[in-house]
């Protein structure tokens, strides 16, 4: 087969992510929605399927280098990444759509369904997410290049987000056939089809796309030795620490919802404050790439980061009072959030380059494990964090709200991020490519 252009590959690869966030999206966005509106599960049961939901994230998050170290010790004729790619498409499409089809049978029943799926979900995903990473980092020899990609794979996965959110109720409702309302069928069809196309397309990651050929060691890899480059690769424990440390960039997502409920009382509200969000995420995840050909993704990273800090901090003084206002400040963080996402998946990749130089050991898999790793982390601890002040606020549902409550949620949105932004600057400034050269433990 004729190698492949440069060109083909970055389309594929950015289309594939395209396909894959659309179905991520779906799953995450509407399936508290289906399982309330639509499954009819009780309240009590949502308290159960929230810990089902929280016991998976850990799971899933351990699970990923475990993941990781096994993609770095397969070895086949289609490569280490590519063929995790080809067979976990069909189970994370057939999955989310059976997320999407609880059977109408008693709630305990219901639950079991939804954990025993819920958790395959959880696993089939991890299977295909770290390995589409790795190969971003295999496949784009050149850095430039591969900035450029992961930049296009973030702005385009930033639509597929804008793109679920807004569409798919409508889809859903179209599908409801007979009704005039939308059904729980009409979700699940929706979901079903929309997954089927979404994994489809992410196969373009395994046709188009081929790993380089590397002079790192081929065979004989083990879980230590594995293991212990990844414990020897400092930039990338960097950039692992600063990224957790920095949790509260994702504080406005995991609560913005809830907040502009308590403050405007109007959860159609969020539909601006999300769509100021995708919107700094798409125009940053373009702009990154040229911004990086100019200065370092460390230098990047702490003058955004900085600059996230003056925003959320701008923000708590300008309060929430004029929408407006708290529009314009939520899309600047956005843009700072599309700057971090990029230049964070591009210093990771340096640092699996630089670490495949010093010790002769290239390990994608277990690498980029940590990027899936990181983020599931970083939005748990957001939850848990937001969680907390609405707990301290004493807000529930019919409760009367009060300029208290308002401004101790505002502070979770505001404050916290700011400081946890701040802090997660340490970290970065102990990045540096090119320690000592050894041999592979």
């Known amino acids: 087969m004729a190698e492949l252009t440069l060109r083909r590959q970055a389309v594929s690869i950015v289309t594939a992510g395209f396909g894959q966030n659309f179905v991520l999206t779906t799953v995450s966005t509407f399936l508290l929605l289906y399982l309330v509106q639509y499954a009819d599960i009780s309240v009590a049961g949502i308290a159960v399927v929230t810990a089902i939901i929280t016991v998976a994230k850990v799971v899933d998050a351990v699970l990923d280098p475990v993941m990781g170290s096994i993609i770095d010790m397969t070895r086949t004729r289609w490569g280490k990444l590519r063929p995790y790619i080809l067979f976990s498409a069909l189970p994370v499409a057939a999955l989310s759509g059976l997320i999407f089809t609880v059977p109408d049978v008693d709630e305990p029943l219901k639950l079991v369904y939804f954990a025993i799926t819920y958790l395959l979900w ?4 991890t299977v295909c997410d770290v390995p589409f990473w790795g190969l971003i980092g295999s ?6 290049a591969r900035t450029r990609v992961i930049g296009f794979v973030r702005a385009f996965g930033a639509i ?3 793109l679920s959110t807004l569409g798919m109720p409508w889809v859903a409702k179209a599908l409801s056939f007979g009704s005039p309302d939308t059904t729980a069928s009409g979700w699940s069809i929706a979901v079903f089809l929309t997954s089927v196309l979404g994994m489809g397309v992410f196969l373009l990651a395994f046709v188009n796309v081929r790993e380089r050929q590397t002079t790192a060691k081929a065979t004989g890899l083990t879980f230590r030795q594995l293991f212990t480059t990844l414990a020897r690769n400092t930039p990338l424990l960097m950039v692992i620490l600063g990224s957790l440390l920095g949790f509260g960039r994702f504080i406005v ?3 913005g919802a809830v907040f502009v409920v308590i403050a405007y009382g109007d959860e159609g509200t969020f539909t601006l404050v999300g769509a100021s969000i995708i919107g700094g995420l798409v125009i940053s995840s373009f702009a990154t790439p040229a911004l990086l050909r100019r200065w370092s993704g460390r230098t990047l990273i702490i003058v955004s980061t900085l600059v996230a800090v003056v925003l959320y901090l701008g923000l708590y003084v300008a309060g929430f009072q004029n929408l407006v206002v708290m529009l314009v400040f939520i899309f600047l963080t956005g843009l700072t959030l599309g700057v971090f996402l990029v230049a ?5 990749a340096d640092a699996v380059d630089d670490v495949e130089q010093r010790l002769g050991v290239r390990n994608d898999g277990i690498s980029f494990a940590t990027l899936t790793f990181v983020s599931k ?3 748990a601890v957001a939850l848990l964090v937001f969680g907390v002040f ?3 606020a004493g807000y529930e549902n019919g409760i009367t709200v009060t300029d208290e409550m308002q401004a101790t949620v505002f502070t979770s949105i505001t404050l916290v991020p700011a400081i946890s932004c701040l802090v997660s600057i340490v970290p970065f400034l102990f990045y540096r490519l090119g320690g000592p050269r050894a041999a592979a433990a």
């Open 122 to 125: 959880g696993l089939a995903y």
């Open 139 to 144: 496949a784009f020899v050149d850095p430039g």
């Open 160 to 162: 597929a987000l804008g």
């Open 253 to 255: 997502q995991a609560g």
């Open 344 to 348: 964070q998946a591009t210093m990771i």
């Open 377 to 379: 982390i970083m939005n």
């Open 390 to 392: 609405i707990v301290a």
